[in-house]
T-cell receptor
Framework: DARVTQTPRDKVTEMGQEVTMRCQPI?????VFWYRQTMMQGLELLAY????????DSGMPKDRFSAEMPDATLATLKIQPSEPRDSAVYFC?????????FGDGTRLSIL | RKEVEQDPGPFNVPEGATVAFNCTYS??????FFWYRQDCRKEPKLLMS???SGNEDGRFTAQLNRASQYISLLIRDSKLSDSATYLC????????????FGAGTRLFVKA
């Protein structure tokens, strides 16, 4: 079965450090989503791309977060500098239009 | 006000019970609707799409009322394995399709 692959699975780091999360969408899916999930806020849409172009990143704190798709097989989400409030599970999802398949998520803890 | 609102739960029901989840959405540009299921510490997975005519998949029935901007999910003859969080999902037409998740309703089915 085709899967969305996310790395790393877990990340623990100190505040102020740069964090990079990677996602390999399912081949042929032209829409890629980044979500953040916390107990308090649920699943929040951070950004999404169609054919590698960013369509909406209004859910992302622009001063510290950036999302890119350098090619069709890789999406990245970076946080610099990281803060304890960024601790969450970050999910990548891909699909023809909607998030059809999710990755396993990156569990991020900022100390 | 959140764009997608759900019953907060949790719902605690015995095996064999019928349980209903409700969801409301606020954006009139919402085009398509879904229910996802998320198990503890796992990624969300598509359960079913929701159509205006209503649709059924085994023990699960989904309904959409566009006039009231209301979506429902009915689970009949609930099983222990139905225990999960059920997420109401709305696709909003914008530049592409922006997919927004509700906070989810937790269901516990007990023997």
């Amino acid at each position: 079965d085709a899967r969305v692959t996310q790395t790393p699975r877990d990340k623990v780091t100190e505040m102020g450090q740069e964090v990079t999360m990677r996602c390999q969408p399912i081949l042929g899916h032209n829409t890629v989503f980044w979500y953040r999930q916390t107990m308090m806020q649920g699943l929040e849409l951070l950004a999404y791309f169609r054919n590698r172009a960013p369509l909406d990143d209004s859910g992302m704190p622009k001063d510290r977060f950036s999302a890119e798709m350098p090619d069709a097989t890789l999406a990245t989400l970076k946080i610099q500098p990281s803060e304890p409030r960024d601790s969450a599970v970050y999910f990548c999802a891909s699909g023809p239009q909607r998030p059809q398949h999710f990755g396993d998520g990156t569990r991020l803890s900022i100390l | 006000r959140k764009e997608v609102e759900q019953d907060p739960g949790p719902f605690n029901v015995p095996e064999g019970a019928t349980v209903a989840f409700n969801c409301t959405y606020s954006n009139s540009a919402s085009q398509s609707f879904f229910w996802y299921r998320q198990d503890c510490r796992k990624e969300p997975k598509l359960l079913m799409s929701v159509y205006s005519s209503g649709n059924e998949d085994g023990r699960f029935t989904a309904q959409l009322n566009r006039a009231s901007q209301y979506i429902s999910l009915l689970i009949r003859d609930s099983k222990l394995s139905d225990s999960a969080t059920y997420l109401c999902v709305v696709n909003i037409r914008g530049g592409g399709f922006k997919t927004i998740f509700g906070a989810g309703t937790r269901l516990f089915v007990k023997a």
